[in-house]
């Protein structure tokens, strides 16, 4: 095929494949589902992901979050949390809240990451655990004492109690203002979720607005 054929009939595809793309909004029940009765939201727009750290799809999304975050509007309170889906996720979540607490959450978060899906380390208790804390620089009795704290415990149950509220099943999911959740089966896969979340805050905000008469 000649070179400027070829270029005209590239353009023939992408001009007759805009309005196909154009009307692909995310569907109701397809890929996304309202929360009943929904959450309250106490000021802004919050949009919660939750993740697990063994979920190879959470690992994946987590280079994309960064500069997806920094282009939501001011009006958007954006956090992470982990999921409880598992009793066996509650040791994930404790470690968590436990380098919260340390101050340290932004550095393991990226390191108990690549320890799980690079360095393929195993994480079975809280023994496991420590060494990974000390290697960010926390004592053995510092980490412990995070670790095992009511607050962090407290912390934890509060998680478990607002994945099963969401009728979380899988991750990586996103909680949008209080009253719409997807994931990244419901979207239709990795690539649609934050495109997904993007027209779910769009909705989100658009509802929240006074009706006028």
Known sequence: MRPRLAARLALFLIACAGPLLAVANPQEGINYRRISPELRQTQGLEVIELFWYACPYCDRLQPQIAPWRKKLAGDVRFRQQPAVVRPGWRLHAQAFYAAKRLGMLKRFHTAFFDAIHRQHRRFASEVDLEPLFAD???????????????????????????????????????????????????AGGLPKLLPTVDFLIALARKESRPKTD
């Open 136 to 186: 960010l620089g926390a004592a053995p009795a510092a980490f412990h004492r995070a670790f095992d704290s009511e607050q962090t415990l407290a912390q934890v149950a509060a998680a478990e109690r607002l994945t099963h509220r969401c009728g979380v099943v899988g991750t990586p999911a996103f909680l949008v203002g209080g009253r719409y959740l997807t994931d990244a089966r419901m």
